[in-house]
């Protein structure tokens, strides 16, 4: 279900607010338990609606008027905003720092931290990559992880990782990966290995797919409770590990979003001897 990339010509509805609003009254329509919301009449606050209605939309083909509605609002939602990219390297493997919102990073991947039935965090308001990348690249990406997980019998195990295209999003593709939950107060030594595993796939399927660059969020940190330091501890360890081989794989991104993950990352990268290149939204 990948979309080809909208023009301004072959769409008619020319105004950002105009397909927001479109958007909303078909989502709602579509849904009747939503037949009693109201539409905001700022533009932020229908922004914020449209974002959480696509956060929790169930995987289904909602019709080619929707995509084509969908794209053009997206797509110029990401031009708006910017993508901010970090320098390219012209030789040698690259381990970058990025401080931001890791769905607006141009890559040729970027990681999601999913649950094993890919479905999605799907929960109002929420605050996570996955909800990010899924309300930034629209309803194909859910379809498109429905599809994945059934070819992989329904559950996609921890430690292990599947691609998909990006739609909308600036990136190429989003390489999704089952990092593992703390039962513990303390990660045991499966789980650790758990989530090496998780950067092990994800840069293996990056490079099967002969991509240059990709891009890791902090994985089983948040509501997992892996603690900050030993995961990014164990990330480090493991792009370093795989770098070592020769291949296509220039440049490795951890991209973060808080402050305190930020200066755990740069005190662990700013080593004697590792190139690294620090950049701040």
Not at 241 to 260: C, T
Request: hydrophobic fraction near 35%.
């Amino acid at each position: 279900m990948r979309r080809n990339r909208v023009t301004e010509h072959n769409f008619p509805i020319q105004d950002q607010s105009q397909r927001c609003r479109w958007l909303l009254d078909f989502l709602i329509r579509e849904e009747p338990r939503y037949s009693g919301f109201r539409i905001p009449n700022d533009q932020t606050g229908q922004e914020r609606l449209l974002h959480d209605l696509l956060a929790v939309r169930p995987a289904g083909d909602p019709g080619e008027e929707f995509l084509r509605v969908q794209d053009a609002y997206l797509q110029n939602r990401f031009a708006e905003i910017g993508t901010p990219a970090l320098e390219p390297v012209s030789q040698g493997p690259m381990i970058c720092l990025r401080r931001g919102d890791i769905a607006s990073f141009p890559c040729g991947a970027v990681v999601n931290s999913s649950n094993g039935d890919l479905t999605g965090c799907r929960s109002l308001r929420a605050l996570s990559v996955d909800t990010a990348l899924q309300t930034g690249a629209g309803v194909g990406l859910r379809l498109a992880c429905r599809d994945a997980v059934e070819r992989h019998g329904g559950q996609v195990p921890p430690g292990e990782a599947v691609i998909t295209e990006a739609y909308n999003l600036p990136c190429r593709y989003v390489i999704h990966t089952v990092a593992p939950a703390v039962r513990g107060g303390v990660p045991s030594e499966e789980e650790r290995e758990d989530l090496a595993r998780c950067y092990r796939a994800c840069l293996e399927l990056a490079a099967s797919y002969g991509l240059s660059s990709v891009a890791f969020p902090c994985l089983s940190t948040g509501h997992k409770r892996f603690p900050h330091v030993e995961a990014g501890e164990i990330a480090v360890s493991a792009v370093l590990e795989f770098l070592r081989s020769p291949g296509l794989l220039r440049q490795v991104v951890f991209n973060v979003y808080q402050e305190y993950d930020f200066e755990i990352y740069r005190e662990l990268l700013l080593t004697p001897g590792l190139r690294a290149r620090i950049a701040e939204d």
